[in-house]
């Protein structure tokens, strides 16, 4: 079952469609269960096509479809390190090398406390600050040195 | 209409049609894998990219409309290398794993590769790798590295199916088609996404591995067993029947068929098959020839017909039979002077008998239902018992009709309904009295007599407000309908439901002789001799029963009954294809073979009589069971048994008959008397008859018995009668009719209304209860 706060956010989204076009809200109702739960399980994909009145396999094209959404449990802070070309040339192989040996995983994994997942991304659109990465899909951390990465670490250890 | 040219050959076609269509038309083909003339237009393999003069570069035909004055080249230059470069793509990814694919020798990218390939890939590098799926006992995806990604079967599942079973999940170079998360796939017409597949990725379970395409030799038939007579390819090997594949039919099954068309070949071939004619003596089963058995069954027939009379006879044949075996069932049974020959076994109303005034049918040709604007069905579990009739009310709804339901099981039909009236079987007659009185009053027609006491509620005012404001309206009446206590009161408010509103008013035939089992005379009023309907001839035990095909504790309205009648009686004598139970009861069983191994003919629901050719010989000592009448006709000495050939038969059947004048859905004189609602207290039995029970071949069909929809039946209530009787869903419980009970488990399902049971007919599980109809009761255990 979706949470109260789930169907009251997918409501308030459904607002924007027609009435006979449910399905629209689709990637926000995937989204709000992500900025819950840290990932999609299946069953709430389910959920959220009986929610939505859609066929159960068109919320899975959707959920597997985008990059974003998470299929596993990926921590409570997903790291996503751009390495496209500008970040690249910025020096994202050092952020990642520096990333990987700070928290002792590769790209794809999450640290054994469950704290922290990384993950490759694509261009997020702000090369002038690269090397990128963001924390959740929610937050851009640009211009990253092995000073800065720590600093976001230990804001993130806090929280 | 607009002109174009295609390969410099002026073609006229459609405004709004494309290229690909105004090709086809022509004759002229453009290589496509993705294109299907009944799905809608994807565009996505681009093997269809053909130059038309002005563009700037290659277009694909299947999305590109036509334009007056187009100039079309499929073959330029230019059309070839963009053909054969999407087709250098298409195979980097295929594994070209041709020698070991089933679909070798009938692949489209096989073909199309032959044209548009090049003898060798530039591409060295490592191919992708698909880890297949497990989605059920019909469809293998063993191999889905093959997949090339039109998305064929996905769009088969959404427009045609109803249901999106299949997806393309995740993107790009990963993208895969799969079903959500492990789940199978369920559609009752999945099968179809086997033949739409251009590659080998989707291929049938049961065939895979067993033949090879060029080996196998296709005969013509005709499916034996819903009353759509959808036209069959039966492909043989070495006298075996292979697998099963549509004919393309535009007015009866289009270019699909059923899955149960498809894969209930498997019961052809099941061991259970009876192939030595066996004689019980001393409670053994002894096997003996075929001239010893005969004589056997006549010497019986003549002793009861001397001594206690011929109306102790009695026959029962299911509408699976062919026409002819029909007609000389009844020819043999009246030839002896009984009367009591019937093949509507599932029927419990037979006071339209005589009233009817023809053989009841569809009202309409099939492809009609397409057209049609508003739908009244009546009793129907639409999905199940009509796979592909479903298929065109679907389309119908899909262009915009309006589909109402009166039934007494909410099932999902996978299209959107208009009006829902779900009520208890008992409240059915006073549902449609209802609809038939707001329909009057919405026409400001005075109301029939019979409905002058009803208050209509506001569901039957939708629907009869429905009804109203369309131009071409049905009323259809499903099985369910036809099989209920009431029936003949149910077809005359329907009829004249039908009448106030212009509409087309049919029945939906159960099985594939539904109609041709009247035309046969196999009923038994209006022929020579009258005599017992099904029902009677069960209530009123008689000595002899001659069943034909007929397994009487799964093909019966009343098990319960028909197993005490068989029990009881001195002489049961089972043609059947199959040992079965009737090894418990018989005294003889004759092997008779089955729709593939005899000629016949069925007449479907809108009445077309098809006949077909056996496509393999019969197995061991069966025989066509027309030829076993007939000869059973000779001993007994009857006149006019001498036919040499099925069609001769047939001729005399239908020759000079026009078939049409034999049709009559008009009722007269039914007396509707004044329609209560709620007759009955207590829970009240709902039973379907499952779509893999309906008839003896495709009960022995291994495959299909391992679908969803073949799970063992449990019964199902609304969750409220759960609360009262105190049980969890799942838990076991005693559910009894007639001094008889089983125990099965229980399932809560608000789509049934409160005070039903349902509980399906036609399984062993449930063959010890009684009538598909009436009070049930279902108690803790």
């Known amino acids: 079952m979706l949470s109260e706060q789930i169907q009251a956010q997918i409501n308030r989204e459904l607002k924007k469609y027609p009435a006979d076009q449910k399905q629209s809200a689709v990637m926000a109702a995937l989204r709000f269960v992500q900025d819950e739960k840290g990932w999609i399980p299946t069953d709430d994909m389910a959920d959220v096509a009986a929610y939505l009145g859609m066929p159960k396999m068109a919320v899975y094209e959707v959920a597997t479809f985008y990059h974003m959404y998470n299929l596993k449990p990926m921590g409570k802070h997903t790291l996503t390190v751009c390495t496209n070309l500008s970040c690249t040339l910025c020096g994202a192989g050092d952020t990642v090398a520096y990333l990987e040996s700070r928290l002792g995983i590769g790209f794809g994994e999450v640290t054994a406390d469950g704290k922290y997942g990384l993950r490759e991304g694509e261009c997020m659109g702000a090369c002038k600050d690269a090397p990128l990465l963001t924390v959740n899909n929610k937050k851009l951390c640009g211009k990253l040195s092995k000073e800065k990465i720590d600093q976001i670490l230990a804001e993130l250890d806090q929280s | ?781």
């Open chain 2, 1 to 781: 209409m607009i002109n174009i040219e295609i390969d410099g050959k002026l073609i006229e076609t459609g405004r709004g049609s494309t290229i690909m269509d105004a090709a086809r038309k022509a004759g002229i083909h453009i290589p496509h894998f993705c294109y299907h003339k009944k799905l809608s237009i994807s565009a996505n393999c681009r093997m269809c990219l053909i130059e038309v003069e002005k563009a700037p570069k290659p277009l694909p035909a299947c999305a590109t409309p036509a334009a007056e004055g187009m100039k079309v080249h499929t073959h330029s230059a230019l059309a070839v290398k963009a053909q054969q470069g999407v087709m250098e793509f298409l195979l980097i990814n295929h594994p070209l794993d041709c020698p070991i694919c089933d679909q070798g020798g009938e692949c489209q990218l096989q073909d199309v590769a032959m044209g548009y390939g090049a003898t060798a890939s530039r591409y060295n590098e490592e191919k992708r790798i698909v880890m297949h799926k497990e989605i059920g006992a019909l469809i293998s995806t063993k191999e889905m590295s093959r997949c090339i990604q039109c998305t064929r079967c996905v769009r088969f599942g959404q427009e045609i199916a109803g249901m999106m079973e299949l997806g393309m999940a995740f993107r790009g170079e990963h993208a895969e088609i799969m079903s959500f998360v492990n789940s199978s796939v369920d559609s009752e017409l999945s099968g179809n996404m086997i033949d739409l597949c251009p590659v080998g990725a989707l291929t049938s379970k049961p065939f895979r591995y067993t033949a090879r395409n060029w080996e196998l030799s296709r005969r013509k038939s005709v499916s034996p067993h819903d009353g759509l007579g959808s036209n069959l390819a039966v492909q043989v090997k070495n006298n075996k029947v292979m697998r099963v594949t549509p004919i393309e039919n535009e007015a009866i099954n289009e270019c699909w068929i059923s899955d149960k068309d498809r894969f209930s070949y498997e019961g052809l071939n099941s061991p259970e098959r009876l192939t030595k004619p066996m004689i019980k003596q001393d409670g053994k089963w002894l096997e003996v020839e075929w001239q010893a058995a005969l004589e056997y069954v006549a010497n019986g027939l003549r002793q009861i017909a001397n001594g206690a009379g011929a109306e102790q006879i009695a026959a029962l044949a299911t509408p699976h039979s062919t026409l002819e075996e029909l007609y000389l069932l009844q020819k043999l049974v009246r030839g002896i002077g009984s009367g009591n020959v019937d093949f509507r076994l599932r029927q419990s109303d037979f006071s339209s008998d005589g009233k009817q005034q023809g053989a009841p049918w569809l009202g309409m040709p099939v492809a009609e239902i397409n057209s049609r604007d508003r739908l009244l069905i009546v009793g129907s579990f639409l999905r199940k018992d009509h796979p592909l009739l479903a298929q065109r009310v679907r389309q119908a709804v899909k262009s915009g009709a309006q589909a109402n339901i009166v039934h007494s099981s909410d099932d999902e039909l996978l299209m959107p309904v208009a009006n829902n009236a779900i009520v208890a079987p008992d409240n059915l007659v006073n549902m449609l009295a209802q609809i038939l009185k707001a329909l009057a009053a919405e026409k400001q027609a005075k109301p029939d007599a019979s409905v002058q006491g009803i208050e209509a509620g506001s569901v039957a005012t939708a629907i009869a407000k429905s009804l109203a404001s369309g131009e071409r309206a049905a009323v259809l009446l499903g099985n369910f309908a036809q099989q209920h206590p009431q029936a003949a009161q149910l077809a005359a408010l329907a009829e004249r439901i039908a009448a106030l509103c212009g509409a087309k008013f049919g029945f939906l035939g159960e099985a594939a002789n539904s109609v041709g089992g009247y035309l046969a005379a196999a009923v038994p009023f209006g022929g020579s001799v009258q005599g017992m309907n099904a029902a009677k001839m069960l209530a009123i035990p008689r000595k002899v029963y001659l069943l034909l095909n007929v397994e009487p504790e799964l093909d019966m309205q009343n098990p319960q009954q028909a197993m005490t009648a068989m029990h009881a009686a001195d002489m049961v004598v089972a043609l059947s294809a199959y040992k079965h139970h009737a090894s418990e009861y018989a005294d003889v069983l004759l092997p008779i073979a089955p729709f593939t191994e005899t000629s016949g003919t069925f007449v479907n629901t809108e009445g077309l009589a098809q006949s077909f050719k056996g496509a393999v010989k019969p197995l061991g000592e069966a025989r066509p069971a027309w030829k076993v009448l007939r000869v059973l006709g000779n001993l007994m000495n009857l006149a006019g048994f001498d036919y040499d050939s099925s069609e001769a038969v047939r001729d005399e059947v239908l020759g000079g008959v026009d078939i049409a004048q034999r049709l009559n859905n008009t009722l007269q004189s039914v007396s509707i008397p004044n329609p209560q609602s709620s007759i009955l207290s207590g829970l009240q039995r709902v039973a379907n008859v499952p779509v893999y029970s309906a008839d003896a071949v495709v009960r022995r069909a291994v495959s299909l018995q391992k679908t969803h929809d073949a799970a063992t039946p449990c019964v199902t209530l609304h969750s409220s009668e759960l609360k009262k009787l105190g049980v969890q869903p799942g838990d076991t419980v005693k559910v009894s009719q007639d001094n008889a009970s089983v125990n099965l488990t229980v399932q809560a399902d608000d789509r049934q209304p409160a005070g039903t049971a349902r509980v399906a007919a036609g399984q062993a599980a449930t063959s010890g209860l009684g009538a598909m109809f009436g009070t049930i009761t279902v108690e803790r255990t």
